[in-house]
T-cell receptor, first 109, second 114 residues
Framework: TQLLEQSPQFLSIQEGENLTVYCNSSSVFSSLQWYRQEPGEGPVLLVTVVTGGEVKKLKRLTFQFGDARKDSSLHITAAQPGDTGLYLCAGGNNNDMRFGAGTRLTVKP | SAVISQKPSRDICQRGTSLTIQCQVDSQVTMMFWYRQQPGQSLTLIATANQGSEATYESGFVIDKFPISRPNLTFSTLTVSNMSPEDSSIYLC???????????FGPGTRLTVT
């Protein structure tokens, strides 16, 4: 059973479009991380959110942690081909971190 | 953060043989983990590598199949024993720099078993 559900599973868009991917759970997390993984590489940490309602921005990426700390979203503005990759969310409690199944994003030029 | 290297980066192995994967970190870390990522899938935690004691395995993974060593705070190995084609996967090590904090990943080892 997947503790963290990510949607959509696959997303293919044109360069310049905006998109949002979601990470949902029935569990409360003390922190939540977003990673991006490109083919042939390990996941790279993008952001950590710890406070309910927290919003963090990383250039064209906006991350939000739900008020109840059960869900999160990642919004990308004006997507570029370099944003292509597998986006993983991971929720942590007391040294126990679990990963979602990921959203595989393709941005076409 | 931490810089993590893994060896080998990829290998093709025969059924029934064993492969040992090394993970080296550029700083001392308390927590090291081993994950498996099957093609097109997310990460599945195999075990936590504990320094000075036996690794802690997740459900579905056993020490006889995936023995792990952690001789110090910067190094760990994972052995995939008696391999079968179902073991073909990417194996990743990760570390926590601060307890309960974010994990940082190595580049992975791509294993193909024929």
């Amino acid at each position: 059973t997947q503790l963290l559900e990510q949607s959509p599973q696959f997303l293919s868009i044109q360069e310049g479009e905006n998109l949002t991917v979601y990470c949902n759970s029935s569990s409360v997390f003390s922190s939540l991380q977003w990673y991006r993984q490109e083919p042939g590489e390990g996941p790279v940490l993008l952001v950590t959110v710890v406070t309910g309602g927290e919003v963090k921005k990383l250039k064209r990426l906006t991350f939000q942690f739900g008020d109840a700390r059960k869900d999160s979203s990642l919004h990308i503005t004006a997507a570029q081909p370099g944003d292509t990759g597998l986006y993983l969310c991971a929720g942590g409690n007391n040294n126990d971190m679990r990963f979602g199944a990921g959203t595989r994003l393709t941005v076409k030029p | 953060s931490a810089v993590i290297s893994q060896k080998p980066s990829r290998d093709i192995c025969q059924r029934g043989t064993s492969l040992t994967i090394q993970c080296q970190v550029d700083s001392q870390v308390t927590m090291m983990f081993w994950y498996r990522q099957q093609p097109g899938q997310s990460l599945t935690l195999i075990a936590t590598a504990n320094q000075g004691s036996e690794a802690t395995y997740e459900s579905g993974f056993v020490i006889d199949k995936f023995p792990i060593s952690r001789p110090n705070l910067t190094f760990s190995t994972l052995t995939v024993s008696n391999m079968s084609p179902e073991d073909s996967s990417i194996y990743l090590c990760s570390v926590e720099v601060t307890l309960g904090g974010e994990q940082y990943f190595g580049p992975g080892t791509r294993l193909t078993v024929t």
